[in-house]
């Protein structure tokens, strides 16, 4: 079965091997999440907006897709190396560091001080996009945010938006290809987690359900799962009648 979360989720259920209970409200006592797209020449303005909350007391991730600088593709930022210049544009605020291949007992510390409000910036991987709660942080910053899958960028937004303060996504990118640009399109047009499935699987493809590749169009063809759902849901009630009166 293809790995992708949110096609394989759908394709079991559309196929009737898997039933899923739907939760499509957030927790009481949160604030909105307000997402937008921009290009690296806006940095500079990003950055005073982060200073500006972090002003006002609130707290900031920075995300960038890779620990180390590839010589293969210079252009696709990285922590280790974009922290320092993290902290030049926030200075006079403390900016902790979160990767995977630093060790345990120091990705303690810098979460608890965290938590704690004494970083105000985070400068990590995607390695904070499950398991962290943060209520106080309403700023994400994605670089290189075409880099990300659509259902990786949603888990990212999600570490916002979790205490009762309106929280901002900002997705940087200075992608031309008309896909990338589409996928962020969604995120800054949407929080809506059923409709990011449903554009994700438009996207990329269901997968084969039957083998390996976690995208594309299967090479048998069962049906289209994003534009047949109703002849899919019809079949399924048929299939799940015959089955109790036989």
Do not use: W
């Not at 105000?120 to 670089?143: F, H, R």
């Not at 290809?177 to 499935?197: C, M, P, S, V, Y």
């Amino acid at each position: 079965m293809t790995a992708t979360p949110i096609p394989r989720t759908l394709g079991l259920t559309l196929y009737g091997d898997l039933d899923v209970s739907v939760i499509d409200e957030l927790p009481g006592g949160r604030g909105s999440i307000k997402t937008f797209v921009r290009t690296t020449e806006k940095l500079p303005k990003v950055f005073d907006f982060i200073r500006e909350k972090i002003s006002a007391g609130r707290q900031a991730y920075i995300v960038y897709p890779r620990v180390d600088v590839a010589d293969t593709d210079k252009d696709i930022k990285a922590v280790t190396k974009e922290f320092a210049n993290v902290e030049k544009a926030l200075a006079g605020f403390k900016v902790g560091l979160l990767h995977g291949r630093i060790k345990p007992a120091e990705k303690e510390n810098v979460m608890t001080d965290f938590r704690a409000n004494e970083i105000k910036a985070l400068v990590a991987t995607s390695l904070i996009e499950v398991g962290v709660d943060v209520p106080n942080a309403t700023v994400m910053l994605i670089e290189n945010a075409e880099h990300f899958g659509l259902a990786q960028l949603h888990q990212l937004r999600g570490r916002i938006g979790r205490g009762a303060h309106e929280s901002f996504c900002i997705l940087v990118s200075d992608a031309q290809h008309k896909e990338a640009q589409a996928r962020l399109k969604i995120l800054e047009e949407t929080n809506d987690g059923f409709k990011i499935a449903e554009a994700d699987l438009k996207l990329r493809g269901p997968g084969e359900l039957l083998g390996q590749q976690q995208s594309g169009l299967p090479k048998l063809r069962f049906g289209n799962l994003a534009e047949d759902l109703n002849l899919i849901r019809q079949a399924r009630e048929l299939v799940a009648k015959s089955s109790s009166e036989h």
